[in-house]
Structure formats: C-alpha cells, structure tokens
C-alpha cells in the first residue's frame, strides 16, 4: 500500500526577490517516513500530454488517475503538459491581432496555455494526495534555457540538460512528480521564449535526456503512428513500431503526431511511445519509435564515384509508364537518383565500365518512342546530399546553399528535394569543396 500524506502549500522555493507577488508552490513538503516505504521505482518516464488530451474537466481526471496509476505502482515520473485545447491559436490570433506587440511579450502571452495548464495539472494532482513539484519560467530553477529566437526558439542543450540535472533530477529523487508546461523556455537573460510548434515534444525529449529516463509516453489523439491519413484513406492501421529514420519520412509528409525539431534530442536507448488519450492507461500499447537522433545538418558526397546525368528528351515521356519502364530496367544496376518533368526524364548513373552499353541502349528506346526527340549527357559529375530532420520546414536552406556555391564559382547542375534532405548535381573536381562550403554555411546559420 502506498501513503500520501502531508501535502500542504509552501512557498515556492524557487521565488526570487525581483518579483513583483510571492510565487507559491502547489507542492515541496517534506516527505514523510511512511512515503519512504514506497517501492524504489525500476523505471523513470516523460510523460507529456497534448492539448487534446486535456481539453474537458473530464479527460483532465483520466490523464490524472493513469499518472497516479502508475506512480502507485512504483514508477517515477515526470510529467509534461501542453496548452489546454486550442488555447495557443487563440492567444496567437490575438497577438497577431495586436498593433506593435513586441516578440519578447508575445512570447510570454503565449506561454500562459502551457503555464496555466501545468497548474492545472498539478492542483489536479494534488488533489489525488499525490506530492508534487511545478515549475514555473519566473523560477529561478527553470530548467529550459534557450536562445532569443522567439516564437521559434532554440534549446542550449548543454546548459538545459545542466539545470535539469540540479534542479528536477532531485524533486524525482525525493519521489515527487515535477509537472513542467512544454513548449516554454526562458533565455539567458531571463526572458520567456517559445519553442514554435510542437515544442512540448522538445521539452519532453530534453528532460529525458537529461534525467536518463527509460521512456517517452506521448499521449495523443490517436491510437498511435498511423499508415496513412484516416480523413483520406480507409482501412488504416495502426504502426505498432517504427525506426527514426523512417519516421523523419512521415513526419516530414505532415503527419503531427510529434514534432520534427523535437526528433534531434532522441536518444537511441530512451523509447518513445505514441498512445491513445481515450483510454487512461499509460500502460497501452501505441506505436513504439525506436533509433536515435538524426543529425540537425548532414552534408555527404553520395557516391564514391563519378556520376553521369543522362536526361531523356521528349514530349510527356514522364507519363508513359511503358518507356520509364523499359528506362529503368536498362537503368536499375547503376540508378543513383533520378528527376522529371513534362519534357526530360533525368536519371543519374554510376560511371562504370558498361555506361556506353547502357547510353546506346538508352538512345534506341528514345528515338524509338513517337513521342521522344534526343538524349543528353553529362559525365564526371558528383552528387552531394544535404539531410537534417525539419529540413524543408527551415526557411532559406535552399537560398543559403545556392548562394554560397555561387559566390564560389561553383556550378549547380542539377537540384532535388525530398522529405529532410537535398540532393545536388556539381562537377566532380568541385565536390570536396562544395559539400566543405555548404556545410559551413548550414552550420552557421543553424
């Protein structure tokens, strides 16, 4: 049997001098000798709870009794709120509304969902006898700190995983539950910034990383990871486990079951599970995330070898499923990318001993379409990826790629995108230091 007892209010511990009204604590009392009686938990978990997942009185009581469920069971646990419904839409369509509000204010009008529902949360919790701790950005023990980017704003890994460690690490020890509004930082300055959207998933990978957890839960509106859109495809199923770097795919296609930023900070042995809100279990299966990070920016010369672009000329050639097949069945062995439009077929080939075989074969099946005209070739030239999780989603990537190749005489033959990552066509001699170049600028400016 688990006991809760003296849950009383105290002064938050955290309050500073400069502020302007005494900040409370919903709860730091201190433990009593029947709670040292509780089972040592053998699992640590992040357990966030999105906006839907907290939109009524009565979805708040489930999402409170699955914690108090499994802390009585023994396990430690942290938990992670979102803004209550719809709440950071209205406050952003209000903001945006307002005539000259700065972003550092509309930064902290925007945080009120989250720091609202954190308190919520936790009054909730305590209400059920449970001890808890909640973390407010006016604390001086706040443990997100990012830089000045707001609305979009960018976690200092080091120094958040710093305070995470001196700050929540002991309140888990002392077998409380911190509860800890997502998508907040404050900067190093002291003033509340936003991690954009999604950025509850941030906060809840970064306090996992730092606090070693043994699990992220994200608790959602869905039953998991899906195989497609229910709204635009019937008979979907639920994914029961999915690597990171088939999950960066969906993720990137718009699916908005976890946010593609927050992706960076997965550890590959803390699990991430994606579970339903309708059931109040935390225990439930959903879908399990597996791997660990993919890197923020990743440049690499693709082949190791020279490649050759061949491109197919002729009127609608990309729309005669007959020609692209008899392309790639003479294509498929050397094939290392390929690109289309109404009038070019562009496939991109290894330079090996059996290109000029493949080239006269390839010119046969052109002249002998009615619809095709002449075939083009370039030889000695390198592919170059760019990959990065949320990559498309940055603004300027392309812009800032192109423009540094450009200042230095380097040519682009040719340019493809593709879920987090490009794909570029430079000439072999220009490859090393292309991808040198490009990598410093995307470092940069990341």
Request: aromatic share 4%; no cysteine.
């Amino acid at each position: 049997m688990v006991i809760f007892t003296g849950v009383t209010t105290v002064s938050r511990p955290s309050s500073t001098a400069n502020l302007t009204r005494q900040e409370t604590s919903l709860e730091r009392p201190v433990l009593s000798s029947s709670l040292s009686l509780r089972k040592r938990a053998s699992r640590l978990l992040i357990v966030k709870f999105g906006g839907s997942s907290l939109n009524t009185s009565t979805k708040i009581r489930r999402a409170v009794k699955s914690v108090v469920r499994e802390y009585s069971r023994g396990e430690r646990i942290v938990v992670v709120v979102s803004a209550i419904g719809k709440t950071t839409d209205q406050l952003l369509a209000l903001t945006n509304g307002g005539t000259g509000i700065v972003d550092t204010d509309k930064d902290d009008i925007l945080a009120m969902g989250e720091r609202t529902s954190a308190r919520l949360f936790a009054a909730s919790l305590k209400s059920e006898g449970i001890q808890v701790r909640y973390f407010d950005p006016s604390d001086r023990d706040w443990p997100i700190i990012t830089d000045d980017t707001f609305q979009q704003a960018n976690p200092i890994k080091k120094r958040s995983i710093d305070r995470i460690q001196r700050y929540v690490k002991p309140v888990v020890d002392q077998g409380m539950i911190p509860v800890i509004g997502g998508f907040i930082g404050r900067t190093r300055d002291g003033r509340v910034s936003t991690l954009g959207r999604g950025g509850s998933d941030t906060t809840a990978l970064l306090l996992a990383l730092g606090l070693e957890a043994d699990e992220v839960i994200l608790v959602t509106n869905a039953n998991g990871i899906l195989s497609a859109n229910p709204s635009l495809v019937r008979n979907v199923r639920t994914i029961r486990k999915i690597d990171m770097k088939a999950l960066i795919g969906i993720a990137d296609a718009g699916t908005k079951f976890i946010h593609r930023r927050a992706l960076r900070f997965k550890h590959e042995k803390i699990g991430i599970r994606v579970i339903s809100n309708t059931i109040g279990d935390l225990t439930t299966e959903g879908t399990v995330i597996t791997g660990g990070p993919l890197p923020e920016v990743d440049v690499k010369i693709h082949n190791p070898h020279p490649v050759t672009s061949v491109t197919l000329v002729g009127s609608n050639l990309s729309r005669n499923p007959d020609f692209i097949r008899k392309v790639i069945g003479l294509t498929k062995s050397s094939l290392e990318a390929a690109s289309q439009d109404d009038h070019s077929v562009i496939f991109y080939l290894k330079q090996t001993g059996q290109l000029k075989h493949q080239l006269a074969a390839l010119h046969r099946v052109v002249i002998e379409e009615p619809d095709g005209i002449a075939l083009a070739v370039r030889t000695d030239m390198a592919l170059i990826t760019v990959k990065g999780v949320g990559l498309e989603g940055t603004p300027g990537v392309i812009a800032r790629i192109t423009e540094t190749l450009r200042s230095n005489n380097i040519n682009i033959f040719g340019l493809l995108t593709i879920t987090s990552s490009v794909l570029l066509l430079v000439e072999w001699r220009d490859r090393r230091k292309a991808a040198r170049l490009m990598r410093i600028s995307l470092l940069e400016n990341s």
